[in-house]
T-cell receptor
Framework: AAGVIQSPRHLIKEKRETATLKCYPIPRHDTVYWYQQGPGQDPQFLISFYEKMQSDKGSIPDRFSAQQFSDYHSELNMSSLELGDSALYFC?????????????FGPGTRLLVL | AQKITQTQPGMFVQEKEAVTLDCTYDTSDPSYGLFWYKQPSSGEMIFLIYQGSYDQQNATEGRYSLNFQKARKSANLVISASQLGDSAMYFCAMRDSGAGSYQLTFGKGTKLSVIP
């Protein structure tokens, strides 16, 4: 079965640089979510999109923005990177009408800010 | 306020034995879903099992079952016949339908180690 695809899998950036993370949800899933997981932490919700419209916003810094495109893929744009942004970034997708919206996660993008 | 509590930071289990990972939750919403995810050391987040608040029976998926006690607000994960590959971090998560939100709130996780 198709899974959520994330790219790149690993990313190394310098402070104050920008980064763009990409996510391709499972086909026919209508909702995409972004989560941030710091070292030794639980995942924290950042933002979500339902049918290409932003639906929920969590603890996403103002330096971050995200969007979902017409082909349903989503991108998380991160600017003015800080050391504390080093984390594992997950994209997840779901169908809201199935299993109380069970979210399936991609493999994650591991971002290291130096 | 913390919505999901996992009180066991780490657990050990002998291979082929059963193990229960605890999870308690807090919500005033009558409609909610509880989820368990497995995170191996490689980092991916793998969905294991789901229980809806209105489901009459406890959820089961292969060797995984969810011991759902609604009155006690607990949703413990039971893994039967543990295997070495079960060694991982396990997260309990909840989605309630308050304010139309679909985001998951996670517990701090339990690190399970399976001993040969």
């Amino acid at each position: 079965a198709a899974g959520v695809i994330q790219s790149p899998r690993h990313l190394i950036k310098e402070k104050r640089e920008t980064a763009t993370l990409k996510c391709y949800p499972i086909p026919r899933h209508d909702t995409v979510y972004w989560y941030q997981q710091g070292p030794g932490q639980d995942p924290q919700f950042l933002i979500s999109f339902y049918e290409k419209m932003q639906s929920d916003k969590g603890s996403i810094p103002d330096r971050f923005s995200a969007q979902q495109f017409s082909d349903y893929h989503s991108e998380l744009n991160m600017s003015s990177l800080e050391l504390g942004d080093s984390a594992l970034y997950f994209c997840a997708s779901s169908r809201r009408d199935r299993g109380f919206g069970t979210q399936y996660f991609g493999p994650g993008t591991r971002l290291l800010v130096l | 306020a913390q919505k999901i509590t996992q009180t066991q930071p780490g657990m050990f289990v002998q291979e082929k034995e059963a193990v229960t990972l605890d999870c308690t939750y807090d919500t005033s919403d009558p409609s909610y879903g509880l989820f368990w995810y497995k995170q191996p050391s490689s980092g991916e987040m793998i969905f294991l099992i789901y229980q809806g608040s209105y489901d009459q029976q406890n959820a089961t998926e292969g060797r995984y079952s969810l011991n759902f006690q609604k009155a006690r607000k607990s949703a413990n994960l039971v893994i039967s016949a543990s295997q070495l590959g079960d060694s991982a971090m396990y997260f309990c998560a909840m989605r309630d339908s308050g304010a139309g939100s679909y985001q998951l709130t996670f517990g701090k996780g339990t690190k399970l180690s399976v001993i040969p």
